[in-house]
């Protein structure tokens, strides 16, 4: 058999590419990189650190700014935005039906009061970054020192504190001591942070204790309940009796000041007949005798009247009754 050669020719070799036209396009995309990383936009809720082999250098505001490539890099810092941070709970997905992890956080929300009690307090401080250069530069981890810190300022505050006071009354208190407290110590540890706003979620007993917390609960509102109605039964029959006291007072006073003024001038009467009587005594004692009868005479229902020179009486009466005169 005889041998067949197959000659593909200039088929299997690669195309020629230019060297200039190569050293053209690298030097673009490498000129379109260092112009990327030379550009730097800062969002209008941020500032940018700019660090040269890693010492800071400057802080660049909100806008369109430049920066040396490859030897400059910059370090976001959100200035306008409010952060927060979450303690015995976690927001899984916010929106209009938030959702929380069912993981467990008690181990930071369980503290001990100052009575030797247990409460469960969740709560939410809310801050801002007011110094980016100490909030990137002055402490390490400068997120989990502030939690540090979240955490011992308010169980201080809620050890100096009774379970009532934490579970009742004293929630907005607490709060704003923890807020005072808290600001001092990150202004101590210059963290760079501006504490807004701590908010008591939820203060609960724990779930061991509650049948006994809330019988308790129930057994002081039933005495504030019994106390609040024997205070105003006595608001109602106190003052009364008081009135009707008083009014009694005033009846007798009045009762002894119009005897008195009776008697008075009753004697006075008495000593002006007296003085009539022995200035003319006939005469007196006529007009005495006269008023004594007008007041005797109506009352009397039969009036017999005999003659003075009358000797028997019998028969001038009558046996049914009547008058005869």
Request: aromatic residues 8%.
């Amino acid at each position: 058999m005889g041998t067949i050669k197959v000659d593909f020719g200039n088929q299997m070799r690669p195309p020629q590419i230019n060297p200039r036209v190569l050293g053209i396009v690298l030097a673009i995309i490498i000129g379109l990189g260092l112009i990327t990383q030379a550009v730097v936009i800062v969002e209008p809720e941020e500032v940018a650190l700019i660090l040269r082999f890693g010492e800071y250098q400057r802080t660049l505001q909100p806008g369109f700014h430049f920066k040396l490539p490859l030897i400059e890099r910059k370090i976001r810092v959100p200035v306008e935005r409010q952060l927060k941070q979450e303690f015995g709970f976690r927001t899984a997905q916010p929106g209009r039906r938030t959702t929380y992890s069912s993981a467990d956080f008690t181990g930071e929300s369980l503290m001990l009061t100052g009575d030797l009690n247990v409460a469960v307090v969740d709560w939410i401080t809310q801050y801002r970054v007011n110094d980016p250069f100490k909030y990137t530069f002055k402490v390490r981890d400068v997120s989990s020192t502030f939690r540090d810190m979240n955490e011992a300022v308010m169980r201080t505050v809620v050890g100096d504190r009774s379970v009532t006071e934490v579970l009742t009354i004293g929630r907005h208190e607490i709060a704003s001591e923890v807020e005072v407290r808290l600001q001092e110590l990150c202004d101590q540890y210059e963290t760079g942070i501006k504490v807004e706003q701590v908010v008591l979620q939820d203060v609960n007993p724990p779930d061991q204790v509650k049948p006994s917390f809330n019988e308790v609960n129930q057994a002081q509102q039933e005495r504030e309940r019994m106390i609040n109605e024997a205070r105003a039964e006595f608001n109602k029959v106190v003052p009364r009796a008081r009135g009707e006291a008083q009014q009694t007072i005033q009846e007798a006073e009045g009762y002894a000041a119009n005897r008195v003024n009776r008697a008075e001038g009753d004697a006075a009467l008495f000593r002006e007949v007296l003085a009539a009587y022995r200035r003319a005594p006939d005469v007196t004692r006529r007009r005495i005798y006269l008023e004594t009868m007008q007041k005797i005479y109506p009352n009397v229902k039969q009036k017999i009247v005999l003659d003075e020179n009358l000797k028997g009486l019998i028969p001038l009466l009558s046996l049914e009754g009547g008058v005869q005169k």
